[in-house]
């Protein structure tokens, strides 16, 4: 009887296994729940020939499958809106168009936050070596360029997350800058600029 019963919970547990494996498309599948979110960032920078970080706010926004906007409030206001393949970028009461795919290590690291918030892991393995650990309550996903022109400028991107939001994102360039974004769900009644 005691051995039917091990046998029974050890088909059982190999059964379960499978289901507890916590990967990419484990996390994607969480990511892509939310359609749409908005967030409000502080960015701290590391720059060499810089005394002091350099630090940036305001709010971030997306809405699935491929609206992505930043718009900085602090220390000056400018914002960057990708919408399909478009680029605009307003600063100084300036407005610049461009086509994402004119840039490939722009569209990469667009590609590296949408994919990220659309939970699109087939982006994210096309631009990148992809690396998932811990479960869904508390995860880490590394990203590093698959691109040769990107990999000379990003040494890799670090992003951390609970359960399908997101908490941090850090940016390692390839000369030893960095950068260290931490977001912030904005509450229920706010809402970041168009």
Not at 68 to 86: C, D, Q, W
Not at 103 to 114: M, Y
Not at 153 to 161: N, S
């Amino acid at each position: 009887m005691r051995l039917a019963l091990r046998l029974w919970l050890a088909g059982l547990a190999a059964v379960s296994l499978p289901a507890l494996a916590f990967d990419l498309d484990a996390l994607a599948a969480l990511l892509a729940q939310r359609k749409s979110a908005e967030t409000r960032f502080t960015e701290e920078r590391i720059v060499s020939g810089f005394d002091s970080p350099l630090r940036a706010s305001g709010t971030l926004s997306f809405s699935a499958p491929d609206r992505f906007a930043r718009h900085t409030l602090e220390p000056r206001a400018e914002s960057m809106v990708v919408e399909g393949n478009t680029v605009s970028i307003r600063r100084s009461g300036r407005t610049r168009q461009m086509a994402l795919d004119a840039v490939p290590e722009l569209t990469a690291l667009i590609e590296a936050v949408r994919g990220t918030l659309t939970g699109n892991a087939t982006t994210l393995r096309k631009h990148f070596k992809v690396r998932v650990e811990g479960g869904a309550a508390q995860w880490v996903m590394t990203l590093v360029p698959r691109d040769a022109r990107l990999a000379a400028q990003v040494r890799e991107l670090q992003i951390v997350g609970q359960r399908g939001e997101l908490r941090t994102l850090e940016l390692w360039l390839a000369g030893g800058d960095r950068s260290l974004m931490t977001l912030e769900a904005l509450p229920a009644t706010a809402s970041a600029p168009r």
